[in-house]
C-alpha cells in the first residue's frame, strides 16, 4: 500500500482546510494511506516540513498544499518560487516525490476557493509518481560500470 505524508499550509485556511479535506477524500478514494499530516504556518514554510517527512522510510511520497493570494506586492511570486525550489530540492535530495499542490501566484481568494480540487490532483500524482518512477539502485548508481 502507498503511504503519503501530507503538509498542509495554515495561511488562509478557510482554503487550505477545503484542500486538505480533497486531499484526504483522493487519497481516501485510492486506498491509500496518509501516514501523517504536518500543519505549517504557511507555503514558505512547507520544504522543512516536507523534508522530515521524505526521510521516513515508510513514507512513500509527500503532497503539500497550500495557497498564495495575490496581494499589494509580489511577496505571493517570491513565497510560491522560493517554496517551489525547495520543494523540488527535497524531492531531489531524499529521492522521494514531493507533489505540489500550492495554488498562486497571482490570485484572488476567489479564484484560490475555485481551486480548491487541486490538492486532490497533487495526491493523484503522488500515486503516480510512486507506481510510475523507476526503483532507484544504490548499487547500480555507485558503480560506474553498471551506468
Known amino acids: ?13 478557510p482554503i487550505t482546510e477545503q484542500m486538505e479535506q480533497a486531499a484526504l477524500e483522493a487519497a481516501a478514494d485510492a486506498d ?18 516536507a523534508d522530515r517527512l ?17 496581494g499589494d506586492t509580489d511577496h505571493d511570486q517570491v513565497i510560491t518560487d522560493a517554496a517551489a525550489q525547495r ?12 507533489t505540489l499542490g500550492v495554488t498562486g501566484p497571482g490570485m484572488s481568494a ?6 480548491v480540487e487541486n490538492a486532490a490532483k497533487a495526491v ?4 503516480d509518481l510512486v507506481t510510475d518512477l523507476p526503483a ?3 548499487e547500480t548508481e555507485s558503480d560506474p560500470d553498471q551506468q
Open 1 to 13: 500500500m502507498t503511504t503519503l505524508g501530507l503538509v498542509v499550509a495554515e495561511f488562509n485556511r
Open 110 to 115: 476567489a479564484e484560490a476557493r475555485e481551486r
Open 87 to 98: 520543494l523540488s530540492d527535497v524531492s531531489l535530495e531524499r529521492d522521494t516525490p514531493v
Open 54 to 70: 521524505a526521510r521516513r522510510d515508510v513514507v512513500d511520497a509527500v503532497v503539500v498544499i497550500g495557497t498564495v493570494i495575490t
Open 136 to 138: 532507484s539502485d544504490p
Open 32 to 49: 491509500v494511506e496518509v501516514y501523517e499530516t504536518v500543519h505549517v504556518p504557511g507555503a514558505y514554510d512547507a520544504p522543512l516540513a
Open 124 to 127: 493523484s500524482g503522488a500515486i
